[in-house]
Nanobody, 125 residues
């Protein structure tokens, strides 16, 4: 069984920063992409960023480009999302997800087989 556990969420003021972590267990994710999605109240789950472990490729939603950075630590089987210049529009539950096959860091949620429980990020104005 695969487990993904997110951490690092919390309450931050607009303009602040947070770093989310996604720790994987049950399988080594060195071959498959991992992504972050988010879901705000009343909205559908939206792609944020993804990283491909083996081909060193990243993918970002336009809304977070230049503010968020996704990275990985293979030794710790962990993916991070550094979030800077946060705004109230970034308030959402953030989910980590991993693909079971394929190499590309895609943006479609249906490409991802494994999901964490989510971590709440709240940005106050």
């Amino acid at each position: 069984q695969v487990q993904l556990v997110e951490s690092g969420g919390g309450l931050v003021q607009a303009g602040g920063s947070l770093r989310l972590s996604c720790a994987a267990s049950g399988r080594t994710f060195s071959n498959y992409p991992v992504a972050w999605f988010r879901q705000a109240p009343g909205k559908e789950r939206a792609f944020v960023a993804a990283i491909s472990w083996t081909i060193s490729r990243t993918n970002y939603a336009d809304s977070v480009k230049g503010r968020f950075t996704i990275s990985r630590d293979n030794a710790k089987n962990t993916v991070y999302l550094q979030m800077n210049s946060l705004s109230p529009e970034d308030t959402a539950v953030y989910y980590c997800a991993a693909r079971a096959q394929g190499l590309l860091p895609t943006a479609g949620p249906n490409d991802y087989a494994y999901w964490g429980q989510g971590t709440q990020v709240t940005v106050s104005s």
